[in-house]
Protein backbone atom coordinates (compact mmCIF):
# COMPACT_ATOMS: atom_id res chain seq x y z
CA UNK A 1 0.00 0.00 0.00
CA UNK A 2 1.36 3.48 -0.87
CA UNK A 3 1.99 5.58 2.11
CA UNK A 4 2.30 9.91 1.97
CA UNK A 5 5.89 10.75 1.78
CA UNK A 6 7.58 7.14 1.33
CA UNK A 7 9.43 6.58 -1.63
CA UNK A 8 7.47 5.61 -5.05
CA UNK A 9 8.14 1.51 -5.10
CA UNK A 10 8.09 1.66 -8.71
CA UNK A 11 10.77 4.45 -8.96
CA UNK A 12 13.48 1.92 -8.34
CA UNK A 13 14.66 -0.88 -10.16
CA UNK A 14 12.49 -3.69 -10.60
CA UNK A 15 13.62 -7.22 -10.85
CA UNK A 16 13.26 -8.53 -14.03
CA UNK A 17 11.94 -12.16 -12.90
CA UNK A 18 9.59 -10.21 -11.09
CA UNK A 19 8.74 -8.26 -14.15
CA UNK A 20 8.35 -11.72 -16.46
CA UNK A 21 6.27 -13.26 -13.42
CA UNK A 22 3.52 -10.71 -13.90
CA UNK A 23 3.52 -10.27 -17.31
CA UNK A 24 5.43 -7.06 -17.81
CA UNK A 25 2.15 -4.62 -16.78
CA UNK A 26 1.77 -2.30 -13.90
CA UNK A 27 -1.04 -1.92 -12.81
CA UNK A 28 -1.92 1.58 -10.38
CA UNK A 29 -4.71 1.10 -8.70
CA UNK A 30 -6.86 4.20 -6.89
CA UNK A 31 -5.60 3.62 -3.52
CA UNK A 32 -2.26 1.63 -3.64
CA UNK A 33 0.36 1.11 -6.25
CA UNK A 34 1.06 -2.76 -6.94
CA UNK A 35 2.55 -5.08 -9.40
CA UNK A 36 -0.13 -7.19 -10.85
CA UNK A 37 -1.34 -8.68 -13.72
CA UNK A 38 -4.02 -6.30 -15.70
CA UNK A 39 -6.44 -9.49 -15.48
CA UNK A 40 -6.70 -8.71 -12.05
CA UNK A 41 -7.81 -5.27 -12.75
CA UNK A 42 -12.15 -5.59 -12.76
CA UNK A 43 -12.46 -3.44 -15.39
CA UNK A 44 -16.12 -3.99 -15.75
CA UNK A 45 -16.77 -2.21 -12.84
CA UNK A 46 -13.81 0.22 -13.06
CA UNK A 47 -15.13 3.71 -13.81
CA UNK A 48 -12.16 4.85 -15.92
CA UNK A 49 -8.99 3.00 -16.84
CA UNK A 50 -6.31 4.28 -18.85
CA UNK A 51 -4.60 1.61 -20.50
CA UNK A 52 -1.61 1.93 -21.99
CA UNK A 53 -1.56 -1.77 -23.04
CA UNK A 54 -4.04 -1.59 -25.89
CA UNK A 55 -3.89 2.19 -25.76
CA UNK A 56 -7.51 3.14 -24.89
CA UNK A 57 -8.84 5.19 -22.60
CA UNK A 58 -12.13 4.09 -20.81
CA UNK A 59 -15.13 5.65 -19.27
CA UNK A 60 -17.79 3.74 -18.28
CA UNK A 61 -19.14 2.59 -21.72
CA UNK A 62 -16.81 4.84 -23.99
CA UNK A 63 -13.57 4.05 -25.04
CA UNK A 64 -11.29 6.89 -26.60
CA UNK A 65 -9.21 5.72 -29.07
CA UNK A 66 -5.02 6.67 -28.11
CA UNK A 67 -3.71 5.06 -30.48
CA UNK A 68 -3.67 7.72 -33.41
CA UNK A 69 -2.36 10.37 -30.67
CA UNK A 70 1.35 9.47 -30.01
CA UNK A 71 2.10 12.40 -28.57
CA UNK A 72 -0.85 12.86 -26.51
CA UNK A 73 -0.53 9.52 -25.37
CA UNK A 74 2.83 9.75 -24.04
CA UNK A 75 1.96 13.11 -22.26
CA UNK A 76 -1.20 10.99 -20.48
CA UNK A 77 1.42 7.57 -19.46
CA UNK A 78 3.69 9.84 -18.49
CA UNK A 79 1.30 12.20 -16.12
CA UNK A 80 -0.66 9.01 -15.10
CA UNK A 81 2.25 6.78 -13.82
CA UNK A 82 2.70 9.90 -11.34
CA UNK A 83 -0.69 11.49 -10.78
CA UNK A 84 -1.30 13.68 -8.47
CA UNK A 85 2.10 14.70 -8.06
CA UNK A 86 3.96 17.02 -10.58
CA UNK A 87 5.96 16.04 -13.70
CA UNK A 88 8.54 18.52 -15.10
CA UNK A 89 8.68 20.25 -18.73
CA UNK A 90 12.01 18.09 -19.13
CA UNK A 91 10.85 14.62 -18.20
CA UNK A 92 7.40 15.18 -20.70
CA UNK A 93 9.68 16.40 -23.22
CA UNK A 94 11.38 12.91 -22.54
CA UNK A 95 8.77 11.10 -22.70
CA UNK A 96 7.23 12.79 -25.80
CA UNK A 97 9.57 12.75 -28.23
CA UNK A 98 12.82 11.16 -26.56
CA UNK A 99 15.00 14.12 -26.54
CA UNK A 100 16.38 16.59 -24.00
CA UNK A 101 13.86 19.43 -22.93
CA UNK A 102 14.90 22.85 -24.27
CA UNK A 103 12.40 25.45 -23.48
CA UNK A 104 13.09 27.26 -26.81
CA UNK A 105 11.87 24.07 -29.04
CA UNK A 106 10.03 22.29 -26.37
CA UNK A 107 7.56 25.24 -24.29
CA UNK A 108 4.71 26.08 -27.19
CA UNK A 109 4.50 22.14 -28.50
CA UNK A 110 4.29 20.96 -25.32
CA UNK A 111 1.71 23.67 -23.82
CA UNK A 112 -0.36 23.02 -27.13
CA UNK A 113 0.03 19.25 -26.83
CA UNK A 114 -1.19 19.52 -22.90
CA UNK A 115 -4.07 21.32 -24.26
CA UNK A 116 -5.39 18.81 -26.84
CA UNK A 117 -4.91 16.30 -24.12
CA UNK A 118 -6.47 18.35 -21.31
CA UNK A 119 -9.56 18.45 -24.48
CA UNK A 120 -9.58 14.66 -24.75
CA UNK A 121 -10.04 13.67 -21.10
CA UNK A 122 -12.35 16.49 -20.07
CA UNK A 123 -15.42 14.12 -19.95
CA UNK A 124 -13.76 11.59 -17.76
CA UNK A 125 -13.04 13.39 -14.91
CA UNK A 126 -9.61 13.77 -15.57
CA UNK A 127 -7.86 16.97 -15.12
CA UNK A 128 -4.03 18.79 -15.80
CA UNK A 129 -3.08 21.63 -14.02
CA UNK A 130 0.62 23.18 -14.21
CA UNK A 131 2.33 25.39 -12.15
CA UNK A 132 5.62 25.87 -11.44
CA UNK A 133 7.00 22.61 -11.05
CA UNK A 134 5.36 21.36 -14.06
CA UNK A 135 2.42 19.39 -14.61
CA UNK A 136 -0.23 17.61 -12.41
CA UNK A 137 -2.69 14.67 -13.54
CA UNK A 138 -5.81 14.31 -10.88
CA UNK A 139 -7.86 11.57 -11.63
CA UNK A 140 -10.83 10.46 -10.29
CA UNK A 141 -10.55 8.10 -6.76
CA UNK A 142 -11.67 5.09 -8.99
CA UNK A 143 -9.60 5.29 -11.63
CA UNK A 144 -6.88 2.63 -12.83
CA UNK A 145 -3.50 3.17 -15.28
CA UNK A 146 -2.29 0.07 -16.78
CA UNK A 147 0.86 0.50 -17.93
CA UNK A 148 3.25 -1.64 -20.24
CA UNK A 149 6.52 -1.97 -18.60
Known amino acids: EAVP ?3 D ?15 RVRVIGPTARRLVPSADVDQER ?6 ACTHELRHGASVIELRSRPIVRR ?23 EREYNPLVHDNTLKSNVGHLRRLVAACGISVSSDELGYRLTLPDDAWFIEAV
Do not use: E, N
Not at 46 to 51: K, S, T, Y
Open 46 to 51: AQLVID
Open 9 to 23: AFDADVPRALLDAVG
Open 75 to 97: LLYALAGRAGRPVSKAALAVAAW
Open 5 to 7: GAP
